[in-house]
């Protein structure tokens, strides 16, 4: 195995605040524990949460690196004691907890995935932290199926743009909310069946009348607050709503006899502060159920822009205006 340097360049939150608090730091390379491997990044993920955890409302769960970063592509150059030996020198994608925007990141085995035939470091750096969390939250908490339809907001977002790639790989039909009608255009684009304007039409009526009067079987919400009520009122029966985040806030109020009358079920989920166990079973599932198809040329992220991991703070003024379609990846030169 080739020697690693003993330090390496991070991006590093210098103190809570805006993009500019993103610098680069030396580091130690660090080194790989057991059921975990060390990393030489090709790419990274930037993901909403790493925002978050940059403005100081998202902290790092125990244990986890303090550097954001949240999903990376590369090369395994060092195994942890007891582990397979044969998985040095493999091209792996990863969900990890922290620590992502550097030159080398450990990752625990499980959460290791190959990267997909076809794919570059960047589109496999641009995979895990959607492709878990979309995953979990519309096949396994919401159990979606084949023929059925779901109300996706955040329709040109990474969670989103994901969510209507996988909806459609598997027969699932998607109705989008965006917040200008290019976002729109661009997330039919993508698959999306319906995609609503939220800054000039009432979703709630555009899902009645695009199902007939039934409502969809699921609905993937990042917003919270008042849309809750109202994703409520666009749920079938027997629907169910599924929380990821709760932009407009985390308090709501329901009318609770819909719940009972029409068989709803509320649920949601957080990925990060989930066991390495949890994640090795997410991740071992993913790998027979999605990967293959991938590999087929079935699916690609959305990919929005690259940039040099050295600019990370411009990566995250992007991401924060809100204008990206998709995932911004940071890339790191060999
Ligand atoms: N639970 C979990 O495990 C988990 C994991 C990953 C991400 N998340 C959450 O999922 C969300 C998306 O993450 P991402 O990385 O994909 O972020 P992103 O690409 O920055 O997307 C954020 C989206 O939120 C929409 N949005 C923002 N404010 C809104 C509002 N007031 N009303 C309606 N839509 C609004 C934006 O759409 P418009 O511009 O069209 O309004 C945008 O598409 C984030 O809130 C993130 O924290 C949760």
Known sequence: MT????????????????????????????????GEVLIRVAAAGVNRPDVLQRMGFYPPPPGASDLPGLEVAGTVVAVGPGGDPELSGQAVCALVAGGGYAEYCLAPVGSCLPVPAGFSMAEAAALPETVFTVWHNLFERAYVREGETVLIHGGTSGIGTTAIGLCKLFGIRTIVTCGSGDKCAAATALGADLAVDYSGQDYVEAVKAFTGGKGVNVVLDMVGGDYVPRNLECLADDGRHVTIAFQRGAKVEIDISQVMRRRLTLTGSTLRARSAEFKALLADEIHRTLWPRLSNGGWKPAMDRSFPLAEASAAHARMQAGAHVGKIVLTIAD
């Open 3 to 34: 020697s690693l340097p003993a330090s390496m360049t991070a991006i590093a939150i210098r103190e809570p605040g805006g993009p500019d608090v993103l610098v680069p730091e030396a580091r130690p390379v660090p080194q790989p524990g057991p």
